[in-house]
């Protein structure tokens, strides 16, 4: 996510560093056990890092089925789940991000109207410190589940979307979108279900795994939707009145969505991503600006970070009420900024790929993004400088937070100006070819600080500026 706080700060020119890439390909074909985790190679020995590490086979697969209602502003829906733990359950978790301060604020809401399951023995709501009806739904089950089983549940719920502003759900004049718009299933691999509590500041909260998914959304046929996942062409329905459009995205954590009036432009990268970028009527930049931009952040970033994690990547341009929305595979942008644009593409490795508790470790994803912005563009890095000052730790949790000015100032400031000094301190190359081994090590995981410390092992001036900072235990 990135805040409308940060255009200001952040004015001036991209470098457009472009550079050689490697391949989407090379990834999927690499030879690789599914469960494979390899370990950090030492530092500054990109070669010895090991392949990136494979989603797990046993993954949730989820299936989401979006009706746009013609007033544009209700949506109905079925999650279909199919859910193996690798830990023993009595319940399912779903997180409904809508109903927390900042989404709900706007008038949006999220209900589960029906929930049915071989395995269901009752479910309710519970409120986490989220708006009526609560911030998630409990799904119980008749019999302990056991690490390994599976079961599957299917959840109705109706999204009302809210007014139009810098959020990740609402409606505008010609356009829609969600995004988080379903109930979450709120699962850490290994750990458990996260009931962490919302907060008033604003920013994510969520932890989900990687899961095998495909949606559906049923929409007015004058409208064009754009949202996670290799989109099909979409099929008309009901005389012609609506159309259904289809995506499949086999590791997202979570899904977007934007349905609106749409002029949309195609561009590809030299390693196959396909970019799909949408423009609403008269707005600047064009769709095909949009997508050249998109391109070019991507070969940026693929510079040090390796190959971008999705084979498509799809950017809906929004009104612009200043920032930008990360989902996997997906960019709600709602600036016409190109260093908010790598901000957040950077986040498709960095929560997309690199999974982390946004609640528990929200540097992991922001102090990364923003860090990687940095590396791409000077201008970026110098306005980064001074928030190596801060008092405050990088590392905090969402709950530790105060106000919103902390939060961006030791997340954002503080966590993306220490990872750059920590880079000017270990040296660029190492620095980043042992980022490089972090992210190729626990890709489609949740990473923890520890997973960090590991792949920083061999930098000890690295460690001593993160351990300073707040970021790592000393
Ligand atoms: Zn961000």
Not at 16 to 24: E, H, K, N, Q
Not at 214 to 233: F, H, I, K, N, S
Not at 285 to 295: F, H, I, S
Not at 355 to 368: I, M, T, V, Y
């Given at each position: 996510m990135s805040r409308p706080w940060r255009n200001a700060a952040l004015a001036g020119a991209v470098a457009l560093l472009l550079g050689g890439c490697t391949s989407f390909a090379d990834t999927v074909t690499a030879p690789t056990s599914a469960t494979a985790s390899p370990a950090p190679a030492p530092a500054g020995d990109d070669a010895s890092c090991g392949e990136r590490a494979r989603p797990d086979p046993d993954r949730p697969r989820i299936a989401l089925d979006f009706r746009l209602a013609d007033d544009l502003r209700t949506v109905t829906g079925t999650q279909t789940v199919s859910f193996t733990p690798d830990l023993p359950v009595e319940e399912l978790v779903f997180r409904l991000v809508p109903n927390g301060p900042d989404v709900s604020a706007a008038g949006s809401r999220l209900?589960?109207?029906?929930?049915?399951?071989?395995?269901?023995?009752?479910?309710?709501?519970?409120?986490?410190?989220?708006?009526?009806?609560?911030?998630?739904?409990?799904?119980?089950?008749?019999?302990?589940?056991?690490?390994?089983?599976?079961?599957?549940?299917?959840?109705?719920?109706?999204?009302?979307?809210?007014?139009?502003?810098?959020?990740?759900?609402?409606?505008?004049?010609?356009?829609?979108?969600?995004?988080?718009?379903?109930?979450?299933?709120?699962?850490?691999?290994?750990?458990?279900?996260a009931r962490d509590p919302f907060v008033p500041v604003s920013g994510e909260t969520t932890v989900s795994p990687a899961a095998d998914t495909t949606v559906r959304v049923e929409a007015p046929a004058d409208l064009t939707v754009l949202m996670t996942g290799a989109q099909a062409e979409p099929t008309a329905v009901d005389g012609e009145e609506r159309r259904i459009w289809t995506s499949t995205e086999p590791v997202a954590r979570d899904v977007s969505v934007a349905v609106g009036r749409f002029t949309t432009a195609e561009a590809t990268t030299p390693g196959g991503v396909r970019v799909t970028a949408g423009a609403l009527p008269e707005a600047e930049p064009t769709a095909g600006e949009l997508a050249d931009a998109t391109v070019e952040a991507i070969a940026d970033l693929e510079e040090f970070l390796g190959p971008f994690p999705y084979e498509t990547l799809t950017v809906p341009q929004l009104p612009d009420y200043g920032g930008g929305i990360e989902y996997p595979s997906s960019i709600l942008q709602a600036s016409p900024s190109r260093q908010v644009l790598v901000h957040e593409v950077a986040h498709m490795w960095f929560y997309g790929m690199v999974g982390n508790s946004q609640f528990r470790d929200p540097w992991l994803d922001e102090a990364f993004a923003t860090w990687a912005e940095a590396v791409v563009n000077p201008s970026s890095a110098e306005d980064l400088e001074p928030a190596l000052g801060v008092r405050g730790d990088v590392g905090v949790a969402m709950d530790e937070v105060r106000t919103q000015q902390q939060y961006v100032a030791y997340v954002y400031g503080k966590g993306g100006a220490t990872l750059m000094a920590a880079r000017e301190a270990a040296g660029a190359d190492g620095f980043d070819a042992a980022v490089r081994c972090y992210v190729d090590a626990t890709a489609w995981a949740i990473a923890t600080p520890d997973d960090v410390a590991d792949a920083l092992a061999d930098l000890p001036e690295a460690l001593e500026v993160l351990g300073e900072a707040g970021a790592l235990d000393d």
């Amino acid at each position: 996510m990135s805040r409308p706080w940060r255009n200001a700060a952040l004015a001036g020119a991209v470098a457009l560093l472009l550079g050689g890439c490697t391949s989407f390909a090379d990834t999927v074909t690499a030879p690789t056990s599914a469960t494979a985790s390899p370990a950090p190679a030492p530092a500054g020995d990109d070669a010895s890092c090991g392949e990136r590490a494979r989603p797990d086979p046993d993954r949730p697969r989820i299936a989401l089925d979006f009706r746009l209602a013609d007033d544009l502003r209700t949506v109905t829906g079925t999650q279909t789940v199919s859910f193996t733990p690798d830990l023993p359950v009595e319940e399912l978790v779903f997180r409904l991000v809508p109903n927390g301060p900042d989404v709900s604020a706007a008038g949006s809401r999220l209900v589960v109207d029906a929930v049915r399951g071989d395995d269901v023995a009752g479910s309710g709501y519970e409120l986490l410190g989220a708006s009526d009806p609560g911030g998630a739904y409990v799904v119980e089950l008749d019999e302990p589940l056991e690490a390994g089983e599976t079961t599957e549940v299917e959840l109705d719920f109706t999204l009302t979307l809210g007014t139009g502003e810098f959020e990740r759900v609402g409606a505008d004049e010609g356009v829609s979108w969600w995004a988080s718009g379903a109930p979450l299933l709120a699962w850490e691999p290994s750990v458990g279900w996260a009931r962490d509590p919302f907060v008033p500041v604003s920013g994510e909260t969520t932890v989900s795994p990687a899961a095998d998914t495909t949606v559906r959304v049923e929409a007015p046929a004058d409208l064009t939707v754009l949202m996670t996942g290799a989109q099909a062409e979409p099929t008309a329905v009901d005389g012609e009145e609506r159309r259904i459009w289809t995506s499949t995205e086999p590791v997202a954590r979570d899904v977007s969505v934007a349905v609106g009036r749409f002029t949309t432009a195609e561009a590809t990268t030299p390693g196959g991503v396909r970019v799909t970028a949408g423009a609403l009527p008269e707005a600047e930049p064009t769709a095909g600006e949009l997508a050249d931009a998109t391109v070019e952040a991507i070969a940026d970033l693929e510079e040090f970070l390796g190959p971008f994690p999705y084979e498509t990547l799809t950017v809906p341009q929004l009104p612009d009420y200043g920032g930008g929305i990360e989902y996997p595979s997906s960019i709600l942008q709602a600036s016409p900024s190109r260093q908010v644009l790598v901000h957040e593409v950077a986040h498709m490795w960095f929560y997309g790929m690199v999974g982390n508790s946004q609640f528990r470790d929200p540097w992991l994803d922001e102090a990364f993004a923003t860090w990687a912005e940095a590396v791409v563009n000077p201008s970026s890095a110098e306005d980064l400088e001074p928030a190596l000052g801060v008092r405050g730790d990088v590392g905090v949790a969402m709950d530790e937070v105060r106000t919103q000015q902390q939060y961006v100032a030791y997340v954002y400031g503080k966590g993306g100006a220490t990872l750059m000094a920590a880079r000017e301190a270990a040296g660029a190359d190492g620095f980043d070819a042992a980022v490089r081994c972090y992210v190729d090590a626990t890709a489609w995981a949740i990473a923890t600080p520890d997973d960090v410390a590991d792949a920083l092992a061999d930098l000890p001036e690295a460690l001593e500026v993160l351990g300073e900072a707040g970021a790592l235990d000393d």
